[in-house]
């Protein structure tokens, strides 16, 4: 995984409330195998009409946003199925943080899986940030992971928190299940205990 | 004697599969059973295989095909050949790495949700995990069980763990009686037109109350099943007689002896009296009404006598704004009678409805009656045994004779990954979970609703109040 340390980018505004997985990557787009590729697919409810072209006057459609970086949002951003398509979508068009007043769960924790950095501020602060996007490649936007901390293009700094493990994880891209294995004694210990106090438990054999 | 702290049911199971606590909360969790489907995994197994991993516990662990499979001629096989391809992959994954599965010509297979408790695999007190938001309905059996994404499935594949903090404890006691046509279904929508569809984010929801305990499994797995609708991952209710009874003598259950050992565990699950919950929702059960929606997800919903609500008397502008997007992409009018709505398509099936129970309610509206002129109703059995219990009871014919459809197991057009979809402006009385834009196909437009209020829209043509038909 790509660490996220700081990035200074373009914003895209998308002044919408429960934007639903559903909205960020369609079922149909679901059907591959792989990782990589869907962010030509990423909002194409929203970014594509029924011919399948371009709307112009949608956000990521419209310059300097086909090359955002950052992405601001209203409440419950990622609301829905817990297809992780999503922040492949998202990362695959080049968006690595998402600022919200708030998330849903389970896309919240995919974010953090693949390198991108969900910001929760409060709705009027994204909507200030929101309005510094409108300004376009003028008014970039720093996200400092290391200081937690938005920069504004005035150079205001707004403080924002993450959880400790997440962030010492992004910060240094490492991967959660080299992690993990370190700790298999302890799995081994636990299932042992485990066998010992729930020895009815089934194992599945067909 | 030094009191011990009352615990929630929800407390009970985290306590009880923490391998080892980390920092600042997070815990190093085991996971009982791990379900597995074509469309979230081929990744997460393409990663074991890049790092020469192995599956660390395939009896944990069961693979199914639900979202791709068409529901009609699989014999001849599946002809798109994308969804074709994540089908094999699955096939080809868990040959490689030892996984049990059931095939898509078993018949055991179905919607991994129905599935799992049908079949024994879920439990009470157990941590379920799936690639699939709709894990929550496993809560029902008194489990916890959430959706997580594929890195998550990679990780629980490697380990049989998950790395996560606790969830907050939510309380939605249900009380009283429910009317006469209500059902899990309007239960659920209610709730969550309630709390809307984030009242549950950062929480583990317990649904309680009269209402609540006098559900029968099927109605549980449905209340459970839409708690991601009200944002929280996972939804479960706590284990009592009517779980042990629904359990015992599944295939994958404890048998004899040791399911006498089980249920005196399972007995001790339960939160204890006066635990602590950080969020209570109460309802009134008697003021519950059969419940459809009107929008674009699913707390925009109201009682089936209700009205297509009107956006200039709503007071904040991106709201406003929210819902007339939802009327214009539903073809809707502000102050149009619910009743007063046609429906091209009726689609009863998911893993929200599509339960013996779900088809005994639907044929028993559709028995007599016949589908209305111009509209499609298709009728999905949840599982192969589903599909075999309702034609041995006659409920297949009952629905073939009214002119539904009636068809193979699969999540069929609860979202569109499969030949089951709306075309773009269709209306859909639909049994299944989610009304999001383009959820059952690009532009289609979906109703959410219960089983027989579904039939009803299906002989009717229009939504219907149920309690007109019965």
Known sequence: MQPFTVLTAIAAPLPMANVDTDQIIPARF???????????????????????????????????????????????????????????????????????????????????????????????????????AKLGANARITVDLERQVVVRPSGAEIPFSVDHFRRHMLLNGLDEIGQTLARTAEIATYETARHTAKPWMPSISL | MSAIRPRTLFDKIWADHVVEQLEDGTALLYIDRHLVHEVTSPQAFEGLRAAGRRVHAPGNTIATVDHNVPTSGRREGIKEPESRLQVETLQDNVREFGVPFFDILDERQGIVHIVGPEQGISLPGMTIVCGDSHTSTHGAMGAWAVGIGTSEVEHVLATQTLLQKPAKNMLVEVNGTLPAGCTAKDVVLAIIGKIGTAGGTGHVIEF?????????????????????????????IAPDETTFAYIKGRPFAPQGEDFDRAVAYWKTLPSDPGAHYDTVVRIDGAEIQPMVTWGTNPEAVLPITGIVPNPDEVQDEAERVQMQRALDYMGLTAGTKLTDIPVDVVFIGSCTNARIEDMRAAAAVARGRHVAPNVRALVVPGSGLVKTQAEAE????????????WREPGCSMCLAMNPDKLQPGERCASTSNRNFEGRQGKGGRTHLLSPAMAAAAAVTGRLTDIRELV
């Open chain 2, 208 to 236: 309680a109350g009269e209402v609540i305990r006098n559900l029968d499994m099927a109605g549980r797995l449905t209340v459970c099943n839409m708690s991601i609708e009200g944002g929280a991952r996972a939804g479960l």
């Open chain 1, 30 to 132: 679901l059907k591959t195998i792989k990782r990589s590729g869907l962010g030509k697919h990423l909002l194409a409810g929203h970014r594509y009409d029924d011919q399948d072209q371009e709307r112009p006057d949608f956000v990521l459609n419209r310059e300097p946003y086909r090359a955002a970086e950052i992405m601001i949002a209203h409440e419950n951003f990622g609301c829905g199925s817990s297809r992780e398509h999503a922040p492949w979508a998202l990362l695959d068009f080049g968006i690595r943080s998402v600022i919200a007043p708030s998330f849903a769960d389970i896309f919240h924790g995919n974010c953090f899986k693949n390198g991108i950095l969900p910001v929760v501020l409060p709705r009027s602060v994204c909507d200030q940030l929101m309005e510094d």
């Open chain 2, 394 to 405: 006659g409920l297949a014919e009952v629905f073939l004779e009214a002119g539904f459809e």
